[in-house]
């Protein structure tokens, strides 16, 4: 097999070929408790999953500037 003139391979690494959702919830779990003193159920976070990191954040914080902060902390 010859490399037909390729310049990468890209693979998806996460979710296919590391499954990733444990490490996902820490780094939430940890965000949360962090800026609200609490951790919300992790059932609300993996509704969100494929959404970009600050929608998703923004879910959770009272303004923008904690939103920012807690991605920050994630």
């Known amino acids: 097999m010859t490399n037909a003139g390729w310049k990468a391979v890209l693979f998806d690494l996460d ?3 590391a499954d990733t959702i444990e490490l996902i919830l820490r780094s939430f779990r ?3 408790r962090t800026h ?7 059932e609300r976070f ?3 999953i494929g959404i970009p990191l600050p929608t998703q954040l923004r879910g959770f914080a009272r303004d923008e500037a904690e939103a920012e902060l807690m991605r920050l902390t994630y």
Do not use: A, Q
């Open 46 to 48: 993996l509704e969100t």
């Open 36 to 42: 609200l003193g609490e951790v919300p159920p992790d």
């Open 15 to 17: 979710g296919t070929l």
């Open 30 to 32: 940890h965000t949360m």
